[in-house]
T-cell receptor, first 109, second 115 residues
Framework: GQNIDQPTEMTATEGAIVQINCTYQ??????LFWYQQHAGEAPTFLSY??LDGLEEKGRFSSFLSRSKGYSYLLLKELQMKDSASYLC??????????WGAGTKLIIKP | GAVVSQHPSRVICKSGTSVKIECRSL??????MFWYRQFPKQSLMLMAT?????????EQGVEKDKFLINHASLTLSTLTVTSAHPEDSSFYIC???????????FGQGTRLTVV
């Protein structure tokens, strides 16, 4: 079966760094996405990785290891507005997105 | 990035009535559109995938006669919830993807409340 695992909830302090992990087992792989979703809103795109390595985009970075079926999203210099759910999604061999349940990130002052 | 507009953002309807939700790609041609449902504190659940000009492909457990999807043009897909019941109350989100694209862009979502 297809499976995406990520922690349910994480807490971090404003100004700090947090890493949200995602492991996956899917039928085929055509890339991994990270989305941010604030409560009551639709997800917004953060990053896309299809090759191994680290992609940096401002305060956010995303890492992928295809051999390990593993990715992480790294958020630096945390701000209160970063409090949200972070969704990991893998595009399978049929180009369908398989979604994780999301990680609720709580930022404390 | 590309813009996907979903309308309405909120709707309250009476039990037994039908509700139509529109999803439009404003600046690109959406060859594929996805419809999701999301219950509180849960992840997105794919309901169906539609390709322009074709019948939608529904996920297991989703009633195609209850959730009617039409993708008649490259910029518009609609989801009609027929004979809505309170248990259909949820957050419905569409996303659209262009030909050859990997990223799908999301609409703003529709909060449906059936009373």
């Amino acid at each position: 079966g297809q499976n995406i695992d990520q922690p349910t909830e994480m807490t971090a302090t404003e100004g700090a760094i947090v890493q949200i992990n995602c492991t996956y087992q899917t039928s085929g792989f055509n890339g991994l996405f990270w989305y941010q979703q604030h409560a009551g809103e639709a997800p917004t795109f953060l990053s896309y990785n299809v090759l191994d390595g680290l992609e940096e985009k401002g305060r956010f970075s995303s890492f992928l290891s295809r051999s390990k079926g593993y990715s992480y999203l790294l958020l630096k210099e945390l701000q209160m507005k970063d409090s949200a759910s972070y969704l990991c999604a893998v595009m399978d061999s049929n180009y369908q997105l398989i979604w994780g349940a999301g990680t609720k990130l709580i930022i404390k002052p | 990035g590309a813009v996907v507009s979903q309308h309405p953002s909120r709707v309250i309807c009476k039990s037994g009535t039908s509700v139509k939700i529109e999803c439009r790609s404003l600046d690109f041609q959406a060859t594929t559109m996805f419809w999701y449902r999301q219950f509180p504190k849960q992840s997105l659940m794919l309901m169906a995938t539609s390709n322009e000009g074709s019948k939608a492909t529904y996920e297991q457990g989703v009633e195609k006669d209850k959730f009617l999807i039409n993708h008649a043009s490259l910029t518009l897909s609609t989801l009609t919830v027929t004979s809505a019941h309170p248990e259909d109350s949820s957050f419905y989100i569409c996303s659209a993807r262009g030909a050859g694209d990997t990223e799908a862009f999301f609409g703003q979502g529709t909060r449906l409340t059936v009373v």
